[in-house]
């Protein structure tokens, strides 16, 4: 089993950037791909980005691309999301999430453990 962690959500203005990261304990190494999906208010959970442990293979959603960064350190079994030219309607509870699989990134399904998730706000 994995438990994830995340720290790093708070206030920014728009077109600032913030970091988010994921801290991974735990059986970590059953758990192939790290995501990171976001919910705001009334509506339902969207996925984010995606990466693999092993070899750093990424994935992101349209609306993230050019902008967002997923990264990790397997060292410190942590996972970043490195957000740039914010927007209000990033605002949202952002999650960490691990997966056993390898396909299907993008979808919550997928997804076996989470964490209790960060707020990010961006001001316009």
Known sequence: QVQLVESGG???QAGGSLR?????SGRTFSYYIMGWFRQAPGKERE???????????????DSVKGRFT????NAKNTV???MNNLKPEDTAVYYCAASRGLIESNKDRAYAYW????????SS
């Open 80 to 82: 970043y999301l490195q």
């Open 47 to 61: 996925f984010v980005a995606a990466i693999r442990w092993s070899g750093g293979s990424t994935n992101y959603a």
């Open 10 to 12: 708070g206030l920014v």
């Open 20 to 24: 988010l990261s994921c801290a991974a």
């Open 115 to 122: 964490g209790q998730g960060t707020q990010v706000t961006v």
């Open 70 to 73: 997923i990264s990790r350190d």
